[in-house]
């Protein structure tokens, strides 16, 4: 009997034991003027205008809500270039020579004292964090003051620590770099949306870390009412919905979101950013990135600025291997990641990795009808069904398949035997629905 795929093979032990490579002062950041949630934005400088560490520069704008650009770097305006972005897409940007002065805007940036702190109110938070301008520095990119707006009673608050992808150690390296740091933003978050649990959730075989969370809360926070999840190695175990019933052994009712059962989620470079939004005013400056894969000579675990060029990190990885000639550049995730059709690509706040692989090359076969992908998928799809659906452009057959609730793990197509890119047709499917 097919069983369900639930492990994919671990490959992160290698970045996960490095140490974290600061690169802070590239000569050049380049910042998009639009994202993949925001399709449409403006600019307030022009070439040859100084700019500081946090200020201001451009605005982008969804139809529901607005994301004010910040500078990463102190410097030059120097032009307008088109930089690829995790999303595929080839993407505008606003060109800054960095002075590597690290002239920091105090207009914005400023540091609140605990006093001040605690005397701020729901509103004040949603205020501090939408000026910020953070969002889910998973990958979603969705605006965390957007889900901070809830009408439902938020009681638990979950910081998803899991990163069950292939490779990536962004998650990790940040959550054992900054325990306090994740433990503070926990408490902040809790606070703004009144909720009386929090919890750490970790990979079980994560021991070191549980242990670091752990003596922490016992000698700082032992009144804080916040504690730490050990839960499944599996993917996508970092799925919030999955996050939810392992951790809680709450199940989200299909078409509602998280809030409306009571519980938020949010990524633990997520709640760093929240930390430093309220502690000091500071928008997202800096990410943790981890660049691994076989097709690349030193992996290695970055903590840099936004608007990094991956050619920049590609270089300090001391370039490609040479084993193969061919290789496959993914932006994020090897299961949830985009590819790139070229390195000339720029580190977002939502990106999270790069993973160099050496091309393989398979042929594609028939599907053999063993329904792996069916009994695989999360949420219940026959993804072999849409892909026929889509072959055949039938748009009422995606509908009834309800293509649209696909998460686009990417499970579908590594559990296939014939190697048919299922989620590749999936995905066409819900664009051609939308």
């Known amino acids: 009997m097919i069983e369900k795929t639930r492990f994919i093979r671990d490959t992160s032990k290698l970045t996960r034991n490095l140490p974290t490579m600061r ?8 910042l998009p003027i639009k994202n993949t949630r925001c399709d449409c934005g403006e600019v307030f400088v022009k070439v040859g205008d100084k700019v500081k560490i946090g200020q201001i520069i451009g605005n982008r704008k969804a139809s529901f809500f607005e994301q004010p650009i910040h500078s990463t770097v102190s410097g030059e305006v120097t032009g307008f270039k088109k930089k690829w972005h995790r999303s595929g897409k080839l993407l505008e940007c606003i060109e800054i020579k960095n002075d590597k002065l690290e002239t920091i ?45 809830s009408k439902t009673p938020v009681h638990t608050i979950l910081v998803n620590g899991i990163e069950c992808e292939p490779y990536l150690t962004s998650d990790y390296k940040i959550m054992f770099d900054m325990p306090e740091r994740v433990l503070r933003g926990l408490i902040y978050v809790m606070k703004a949306m009144n909720a009386k649990f929090g919890y750490v959730c970790l990979k079980k075989q994560y021991k070191d870390l549980k242990e670091s969370f752990e003596n922490i809360i016992k000698k700082r926070y032992s009144s804080a009412n916040i504690s730490v999840k050990s839960v499944g190695n599996y993917y996508p175990q970092g799925w919030e919905i999955e996050l939810i019933k392992s951790a809680l052994k709450i199940k989200v009712p299909n078409g509602t979101i998280p809030t409306e059962s009571g519980v938020l989620v949010l990524n633990v470079s997520t709640i760093v950013g929240f930390y430093r939004a309220v502690k000091y005013n500071e928008p997202v400056i800096n990410r943790y990135f981890t ?12 903590r840099l600025r936004i608007g990094t ?18 290789k496959v550049v993914v932006l994020g995730g090897p299961m949830m990641g985009q590819n790139l059709l070229r390195d000339d690509a720029i580190v977002s706040k939502t990106s999270t990795s790069l993973i160099v692989l050496n091309k393989e090359n398979f042929r594609e076969e028939p599907c053999i009808r063993c329904a792996s992908c069916s009994y695989t ?10 892909k026929n659906a889509v072959k055949t452009k039938n748009i009422e057959a995606i509908k009834t398949f309800n293509a649209k609730k696909c998460m686009e793990c990417g499970l579908c197509s590594y559990t296939c035997p014939s190697k048919i890119h299922l989620t590749d047709f999936v995905r066409t499917a819900k664009r051609m629905v939308k």
């Open 291 to 302: 660049v691994g894969g076989d097709g690349i000579r030193y992996p290695q675990s970055f």
């Open 309 to 326: 060029q991956i050619k920049d990190l590609l270089a300090l990885c001391d370039g490609y291997s040479s084993d193969c000639p061919e």
């Open 377 to 386: 998928c999360p949420v219940s799809l026959m993804p072999v069904l849409i």
């Open 105 to 149: 805007d105090t207009s914005i940036i400023k540091r609140r004292t605990d006093e001040e702190i605690e005397k701020l109110t729901s509103e004040d938070y949603i205020t501090i964090i939408k000026d910020s301008a953070l969002v889910g520095l998973g990958g979603s990119g969705f605006p965390t003051y957007v889900k901070m707006q």
């Open 23 to 30: 690169y802070i002062n590239p000569d050049y950041i380049y």
